[in-house]
C-alpha cells in the first residue's frame, strides 16, 4: 500500500534516480511470475534503500526475508569494497528467483542468501552489523528485533518495513500480524537504546539508529 496517490506516486519515481535495468527487469519479472507482488520493496523504497546504505557505506548488512531480491540488490549499491549482505529467507523458490537475478549483478558476490528460518540463523552470525533491514513475517518482528539488537554497532540502523500495514496499525483490528506490528512499533519507541523515526514511505518504514 502507499499512502500518497498513484499520481503523486509516479511522480515522485519520475524525480528520483531511475532503476537500474536488472532493477526494472527484476520488478516487471517478479510482478509476472511471483506471488505476492505487493511485498517488492519497488523503485521509491528501493532508492531510499540504497541512499541510506550509500550514507552509512556499511561493511555489514543483515536482511532478514528476502523474497525476490530488490531490496538486496538496492541495499548492497552503498556496501564497503569489501562488504557483504547476508539476506535470511526459508521460502527456497523465491531465493531461487532472488539468486538468479543476483547472479547477474556486479554486486553478486557481496550478497550471500540463506535459506533457513531467522530465529535460527541470527545467533549463529558472529557478525557486527552496520545496517539491519526487517521485512519478513509481522508476527515475528518483535522477536527478529530482540535478536539484532545487540548485534548492530552503535550508530547503526535498523529499518523496519510495513510498520504501518495498509493503517491497520490504527484500527482495533485483531489480527495476528496487526496486533503483533502494533507491539513491535510500541516496543521500539520505547527502548531507550534507539531513537526512531517512522516514516509513510509505501506501507510504513521505520528508522531505527542505535545511539
Given at each position: ?5 498513484e499520481d503523486l506516486l509516479h511522480y ?33 523504497q528501493g532508492r531510499l534503500l540504497a ?159 542505535r545511539h
Open positions: 500500500m502507499n499512502f500518497i496517490s515522485c519515481e519520475k524525480h528520483s534516480s531511475p532503476e537500474s535495468d536488472l532493477l526494472h527487469t527484476l520488478n516487471r519479472e517478479t510482478h509476472l511470475k511471483a506471488s505476492s507482488p505487493r511485498m517488492l520493496s519497488g523503485h521509491l541512499m541510506l546504505s550509500s550514507l552509512f557505506n556499511p561493511r555489514r548488512i543483515l536482511e532478514i526475508g528476502t523474497y525476490t531480491g530488490y531490496s538486496a540488490l538496492c541495499l548492497a549499491e552503498g556496501l564497503t569494497p569489501d562488504g557483504l549482505l547476508i539476506s535470511i529467507d526459508p521460502n527456497e523458490e523465491t531465493n531461487a528467483f532472488a539468486s538468479e537475478f543476483i547472479s547477474r549483478s556486479p554486486l553478486a558476490s557481496k550478497i550471500d542468501i540463506r535459506t533457513g528460518k531467522a530465529q535460527d540463523i541470527i545467533p549463529e552470525l558472529n557478525e557486527e552489523f552496520d545496517l539491519i533491514f526487517i521485512d519478513a513475517d509481522k508476527k515475528n518482528y518483535s522477536l527478529y528485533f530482540d535478536l539484532v539488537a545487540g548485534k548492530v554497532r552503535k550508530g547503526g540502523l535498523i529499518i523496519a518495513d510495513n510498520v504501518l500495514w495498509s493503517g491497520k496499525v490504527l484500527e482495533k483490528i485483531d489480527d495476528a500480524d496487526t496486533k503483533a506490528l502494533v507491539e513491535f512499533n510500541k516496543k521500539v519507541a520505547d527502548d531507550g537504546r534507539f531513537g526512531t523515526v517512522m516514516l509513510p514511505v509505501r506501507d510504513g518504514l521505520s528508522l531505527i539508529r
